[in-house]
């Protein structure tokens, strides 16, 4: 069972490619546009759940 997986895991690195130089800035780019925005979302909801509240008082 063990020697099943490692084979498995060998295989998949066996078929794998380093990416071009193109490649790679496109999955850069889309991960930090994605980090911006995962993080602007997690920005909006604090202001609304800490500051808000408080100005309404």
């Given amino acids: 069972?063990?020697?099943n997986t490692i084979r498995e895991y060998i295989n998949i690195l066996k078929m794998t490619r380093?990416?071009?130089k193109?490649?790679?800035w496109t999955t850069t780019k889309v991960a930090v546009a994605?980090?911006?925005i995962v993080g602007f979302i997690g920005f909006v909801i604090y202001?609304?759940?800490d500051v808000l509240p408080?100005?309404?008082r």
């Fill in 1 to 3: 069972m063990l020697s």
């Fill in 18 to 20: 380093k990416p071009d």
């Fill in 22 to 24: 193109e490649e790679f």
């Fill in 34 to 36: 994605v980090m911006f």
């Fill in 47 to 49: 202001l609304l759940m």
């Fill in 54 to 56: 408080g100005a309404l």
